[in-house]
């Protein structure tokens, strides 16, 4: 019997429980330079349209991409093509204006938008929550659900303790900075590497995400590539989340397409694990 891509509502949109990360699209790969110029030039403005129009035929439906003007356009040509997938933006920090970044992706037809988790890490760090909370309410405020991303799960918690106005998070499995604290390359234009990647925040988050009631997406499932030694790995790790998480949440999972069909891979996996029961 074949399997079906598992779907959850997401404030009145049935949206995939897998869902295509954008870092491979934008050239991040949190290994290294080599590898970040290496998916930058496989990931041409048409290959991410092949990537994601192939996404959909697996039944992913639903992407996360950032707001930047690369993939305004691009969300902004798929739609005049027809079958757009359903996109869940992010705000980009190297914007010279918040304000300005989070009307592009409105205008580009995000149907949610969240606080960049690295950034989110870094200003939580530097004490700036006040200005931290204010980007949640004007996300709000925009008129769309409003997320806040964290790789610290000190962070989320934070948000909730304090009623802030989230209606969902994106929560890295892997906090990322906590050690060497340095912000993420998509604001300082460095290539990081040498992140901290270590199994033992695996659980910490998960158990942080099923104790809030709102959605969450959670992301670097696999480490960026580090949890992919073996198909048998991958799987586990898959069948491990899944059994940790909460029905209505989902995951975000960035693919690299350029030696192997990572897409249905992946999409088979969730297909088989991540069934809402």
Not at 182 to 197: D, L, V
Not at 203 to 225: E, H, N, R, T
Not at 231 to 243: A, M, P, T
């Amino acid at each position: 019997m074949e399997r079906t891509m598992p779907t959850v509502d997401f404030f009145g949109h049935r949206i995939s429980r897998l869902i295509m990360g954008c870092n491979p699209f934008n050239g991040g790969s949190h290994v290294g330079p080599e590898l970040d110029a290496e998916m930058d030039a496989y990931y041409t403005f048409e290959n991410i349209k092949k990537a994601l129009r192939h996404g959909q035929e697996h039944g992913i439906n639903t992407t996360q991409l950032s707001g930047n003007h690369v993939m305004w356009k691009l969300m902004r040509e798929m739609t005049r093509e027809g079958g757009c997938p359903n996109w869940i933006g992010v705000t980009a920090p190297y914007m010279a204006s918040f304000q300005g970044g989070l009307r592009q992706i409105l205008n580009s037809g995000a149907m949610a938008i969240y606080q960049h988790g690295s950034e989110a890490d870094t200003m939580f760090a530097e004490g700036r929550i006040e200005e931290l909370h204010d980007r949640i309410k004007m996300i709000r405020d925009a008129g769309v659900p409003a997320g806040l991303g964290a790789h610290n799960p000190k962070v989320i918690a934070y948000a909730e303790e304090h009623g802030w106005e989230t209606d969902f998070y994106m929560t890295a499995v892997y906090n990322i900075m906590k050690y060497n604290f340095r912000p993420s390359s998509s604001i300082t234009g460095i290539s990081n590497s040498g992140e901290a990647f270590e199994e033992g925040d695996v659980p910490i988050m998960l158990d942080l995400v099923k104790q809030i009631q709102k959605p969450c997406l959670v992301f670097k499932i696999l480490g960026a590539s580090r949890v992919c030694g073996s198909d048998e790995i991958i799987e586990e790790r898959f069948k491990y989340i899944f059994e940790n998480i909460k029905p209505i949440d989902a995951v975000v999972v960035g693919m690299f397409q350029r030696d192997r069909d990572q897409i249905a891979m992946n999409a088979e996996l969730v297909k088989k694990y991540g069934q809402v029961k």
